[in-house]
């Protein structure tokens, strides 16, 4: 039986464009720390013109289901019920997906297997591979984990890491897997694909736009930091509403 999402819909100010944008946020301590920028990324689009629908994976922030479920094929669908849904609401002719660090593979996915017609898609600090993403959080997590059983000797009635979440955030068996076998940057994709990035650089033949603020997505020290990098947003904003109609 499907879930309900939870979507927020930001219609755009003044005249109306032709092209909606669906906001594909991350995964786990990167969604909470990217929840206000991508609220503002949201506005800052919609005062430019554009329709944009931010949502919740399912199982995942106030949508429903059980995040001890979540599969990559789930959450792809989900793109797809928000882009359909943007389409219905809005009128719009056209769909841009906006993918956050992980949002960016699951929206390279979404693409490439057909469940969503996009004539763009913005790829944000997109990480090199899902296996990467995976290894980087893991990482995170046992220096985290280190952390606290420093401060557990000293306090000894703090309880022990979960084996089933990973940064305070359910973590079921099969997702690294799964997660893993998403690939980098697909140069097959239809459309327009743009690159946004401070610290990578993408292939000649792939459209970028370069960022002045870092994302520091690996410092375990930012987890509760957060990411609301108000000249990106700003350039982002402006980069897309010269190139989409």
Not at 148 to 164: F, G, W
Not at 169 to 187: C, F, S, V, Y
Not at 192 to 203: A, C, E, K
Request: glycine content about 10%; some cysteine; hydrophobic content about 40%.
């Amino acid at each position: 039986m499907a879930q309900p999402l939870f979507g927020m819909l930001h219609r755009p100010a003044g005249a109306v464009r032709r092209t909606g944008i669906v906001l594909c946020t991350s995964w786990g301590t990167e969604y909470l720390r990217s929840y206000r920028g991508l609220r503002q990324l949201a506005q800052a689009l919609s005062h430019s013109g554009f329709p944009v629908l931010r949502f919740d994976y399912s199982g995942t922030g106030d949508s429903g289901g059980d995040g001890r479920s979540a599969r990559i094929d789930t959450w792809t669908a989900d793109i797809t019920l928000a882009a359909a849904e943007l389409r219905t609401s809005t009128g719009c002719d056209s769909i841009c997906l906006l993918g956050l660090r992980f949002g960016a593979l699951l929206a390279q996915e979404a693409i490439a297997t057909g469940a969503v017609a996009a004539s763009a898609i913005a790829l944000w600090d997109s990480p090199p591979s899902g296996e990467v993403f995976v290894r980087n959080l893991q990482q995170m997590d046992e220096a985290l984990n280190e952390k606290v059983s420093q401060q557990r000797r000293r306090r000894s009635q703090l309880p022990p890491p979960a084996r089933d979440e990973l940064l305070g955030h359910e973590w079921p068996e099969g997702l690294a897997a799964d997660i893993g076998r998403l690939p980098g940057l697909r140069k097959e994709l239809p459309g327009r694909v743009i690159f946004v990035s401070r610290d990578r650089t993408p292939p000649d033949s792939v459209e970028s736009i370069r960022l002045p603020d870092a994302g520091h997505w690996s410092d375990v020290e930012r987890i509760h930091s957060p990411w609301i990098p108000g000249p990106s947003i700003r350039i982002v904003a402006e980069r897309l509403a010269d190139g989409l109609p």
